[in-house]
């Protein structure tokens, strides 16, 4: 009795001497369709990304880090609610999770931030798409900046006609305007002054999104002067990769607006293509820079942690394709750093990570109240041992049956009518060689499989856009609702 007395009034005394012990800020930055072509993550030679890259020497750089769905909507979903596309079915660009029954009232990793006492905040894409409308979206943050997306754009586009419908977004290239005038650029300065304004004696959780990298892939020629107009900027592909990928790989991205890499070859856009994506990734980095400028000025920085990441990786005619839905790394691989407090400096590791690691990793960081729920893992203890060991490999899904799983050393790849592929990513970074059928690889294979998702749910209901079915019985796969058969020219 009298030490609990005593104790009430040590608490009384230290609350009265000094300031309220305030839990550490969270700036969550997004950058959309961003692969590994950045300084940090080493996945191109020539990226030039100086803020990323000053942000990773204060802090810990995944660089086997990979998403659960290589495409917009079910990558967010995942890694905002923790739990793996197979769990929810949401695989496609529909539906909006908040539509189904079961998802409806889940606390999401900002609402969870919000229970404990953190002002919310976001602007540009974190959720894919409009969250329900203007009256349900304060459920989902307290405080609403600008939505961002691609900001001035051209009167028509800038390159030809694009194959499979000529979709708008299919178009990069330079046009005059100003940075300012840009989705990502407004988006930054939001971000910049809810730092400045932020009460101190409540913590944030700022969410921004960039747009770019996403197509349409357009910038002022000053982004493009950082890139030599020659092929040395051109990735490494090898021809008639897909000789050893099994057909069903294909299904994946049956029919899509992004074009093949024949037609950017045939039509001379490969150069500019792969340089209008270096030049927008060079303009979102340098918004990050504003972003992490800001939070130093305010004197924030010790007191925040930042995580930096991309919903999936783009092939830039890598397997002979652009764009993403595929179970390759170049697919799923994602940029994914921790700065902050708890966070070791300048580190790197090769354990795998996956994107719905972020949830667990930020409440262990924050120290919140623990979630049960949650299907990821918590990063924590590579962030204080880059050499810590995680024994689960990042596991990636793209439509019921079909997951990618990537260990340390291997990337093992499973589709719905049964066809796999195996590469060694030590000795073939590339994934060039499909070495699945090599019976030294049996036990290898073996320990990758075990890992196949348990729970593999069919699609949600109402979902849409880039869904995959597959019916075992007839061997036909329906892509967007359309028959796929074993004879069926590969649309280009
Ligand atoms: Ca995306
Ligand atoms: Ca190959």
Redesign the pocket.
């Given at each position: 009795m009298l030490c609990a007395l005593f104790c009430v009034l040590c608490g009384r005394t230290e609350a009265a001497d000094s300031p309220k012990p305030v839990k550490p800020n969270v700036l969550f930055i997004a950058i959309?369709?961003q692969n590994d072509w950045i300084g940090a993550f080493g996945g191109h030679p020539l990226a030039k990304t100086p803020h990323i890259d000053r942000l990773a020497k204060r802090g810990t750089v995944f660089l086997n880090a990979h998403c659960n769905a290589p495409?917009?909507n079910p990558?967010r979903t995942s890694l905002m609610l923790g739990l793996r596309p197979t769990t929810t079915g949401i695989y496609g660009l529909a539906p909006w999770f908040r539509t189904l029954d079961e998802w409806k009232d889940r606390v999401t990793l900002p609402q969870h931030f919000k229970a404990h006492g953190y002002k919310t905040y976001t602007s540009g894409k974190i959720y894919h798409g409009g969250v329900g409308g203007p009256q349900k979206r304060q459920a989902e943050f307290d405080v609403w900046g600008p939505a961002g997306g691609i900001g001035v754009k051209p009167e028509k586009k800038l390159i030809g006609p694009t194959p499979m419908g000529n979709n708008p977004l299919m178009d990069w290239g330079v046009f005059p305007h100003k940075d300012e005038d840009k989705g990502d650029y407004q988006v930054a300065s939001w971000t910049v002054e809810q730092i400045k304004n932020a009460p101190k004696d409540e913590p944030f959780f700022i969410a921004a999104g960039f747009f770019l990298p996403?197509v349409p892939c357009y910038a002022t020629q000053k982004w493009f002067d950082l890139y030599p107009d020659d092929d040395s900027v051109l990735p490494p592909v090898l021809k008639n990769d897909r000789a050893d990928t099994p057909r069903f790989s294909w299904y994946l991205h049956w029919n899509l607006p992004e074009p093949r890499l024949k037609w950017v070859q045939e039509n001379n856009q490969w150069r500019n293509l792969v340089r209008s994506y270096l030049a927008c990734t060079s303009f979102v980095d340098a918004q990050v820079g504003r972003i992490v400028e800001a939070l130093e000025a305010a004197g924030q920085a010790d007191n925040t942690i930042i995580v930096l990441w991309g919903?999936?990786g783009w092939h830039l005619g890598e397997k002979g394709i652009t764009g993403?839905n595929t179970l390759w790394d170049r697919g799923t691989k994602v940029p994914l750093l921790f700065a902050g407090p708890g966070v070791s400096n300048a580190a790197r590791t090769t354990q795998p990570a996956e994107l719905l690691d972020i949830y667990p990793t930020l409440i262990d960081l924050c120290g919140l109240k623990p979630r049960t729920v949650l299907e990821g893992l918590s990063l924590v203890p590579q962030l204080k041992d880059a050499q810590a060991k995680r024994e689960r490999p990042a596991i990636t899904s793209h439509n019921q049956g079909n997951h990618g799983i990537r260990s340390e050393r291997w990337r093992y790849i499973h589709y719905a009518d049964g066809s796999e592929e195996l590469y060694d990513m030590k000795n073939d970074p590339n994934e060039w060689t499909n070495v699945v059928a090599k019976t030294e690889h049996a036990s290898v294979i073996t320990e990758h499989r075990r890992w196949l998702p348990k729970i593999d749910l069919p699609p949600a209901p109402n979902s849409a856009h880039r869904v995959l079915t597959y019916d075992k019985a007839t061997d036909e796969a329906i892509w967007e609702g359309k028959t796929v058969r074993r004879t069926d020219a590969i649309p280009e």
């Open positions: 959309d369709d495409l917009c990558s996403h919903d999936h993403k």
